[in-house]
Nanobody, 119 residues
Framework: QVQLVESGGGLVQTGGSLRLSCTASGLSFSEYHMGWFRQPPGKEREFVGR????????YYAESAKGRFTISRDNAKNTVYLQMNSLKPEDTAVYYCAARIRSSPQFDHWGQGTQVTVSS
């Protein structure tokens, strides 16, 4: 079955950086657009950004623009989220998700990884 496994979360100070990884199995990775989402404590899950199947195009939420970068390595079935200049409001559980090219919605989700930014 499809599995998405996030890693790389942790505790970081304000202004620090983290790189999250999400490794997929059970699917043809290059057929899928990938997205990152997050759920801050006590809030709804929100979109962070996404990358197309080829990696040629990315799109970010306003909160992520200029600080976060999404990339992917199709040979490793892995998508990355590089987060710089982290702020306390970036504290959340971060999820990756997969959407097959023909689908309008994300069909598969990881279990999430916790990111905590201390002030």
């Amino acid at each position: 079955q499809v599995q998405l496994v996030e890693s790389g979360g942790g505790l970081v100070q304000t202004g620090g950086s983290l790189r999250l990884s999400c490794t997929a199995s059970g699917l043809s990775f290059s057929e899928y657009h990938m997205g990152w989402f997050r759920q801050p404590p006590g809030k709804e899950r929100e979109f962070v950004g996404r990358i197309t199947w080829s990696g040629s195009s990315t799109y970010y939420a306003e909160s992520a623009k200029g600080r976060f970068t999404i990339s992917r390595d199709n040979a490793k079935n892995t998508v990355y989220l590089q987060m710089n200049s982290l702020k306390p409001e970036d504290t959340a559980v971060y999820y990756c998700a997969a959407r097959i090219r023909s689908s309008p919605q994300f069909d598969h989700w990881g279990q999430g990884t916790q990111v905590t930014v201390s002030s």
